[in-house]
């Protein structure tokens, strides 16, 4: 059975600092763009990163020189570091995978295309 366990999530004031960690299981995640979502409230779930297999990254303009997105391809593990946290980040994040969606293309930012997610960790920051 494939999972993404999304964990580290919590409160947090304004510019402070969270490493989110997206574990994957059931299969072996390496050949995966791996990404992380988030969704703000009454907001639509918006792309926040994207990982490739290859270890190349991708960000959305609100976060990019504030977050990064790393893996560990032993641990089958996927990171999401934030820095320099604002009021506006706080949102349910949630760890997406697919194996074949399309890098250099809007495809990336598309959430209904990830064949898997995890069930999302809850991010907060007071301003």
């Known amino acids: 059975q494939v999972q993404l366990v999304e964990s580290g999530g919590g409160l947090v004031q304004a510019g402070g600092s969270l490493r989110l960690s997206c574990a994957a299981s059931?299969?072996?995640?390496?050949?995966?763009?791996m990404a992380w979502f988030r969704q703000g409230p009454g907001k639509e779930r918006e792309f926040v990163g994207a990982i490739h297999a290859s270890g190349g990254t991708r960000y959305a303009d609100s976060v990019k020189g504030r977050f990064t997105i790393s893996r560990d391809y032993a641990k089958n593990t996927v990171y999401l570091q934030m820095n320099s946290l604002k009021s506006e980040d706080t949102a349910v994040y949630y760890c997406?995978?697919?194996?074949?969606?399309?890098?250099?293309?809007?495809?990336?930012?598309?959430?209904?295309?990830?064949?898997?997610w995890g069930q999302g960790t809850q991010v907060t920051v007071s301003s």
């Open positions: 997406a995978a697919d194996a074949a969606i399309a890098w250099n293309s809007v495809r990336l930012t598309q959430g209904y295309r990830y064949e898997y």
């Open positions: 059931g299969r072996t995640f390496s050949s995966y763009t």
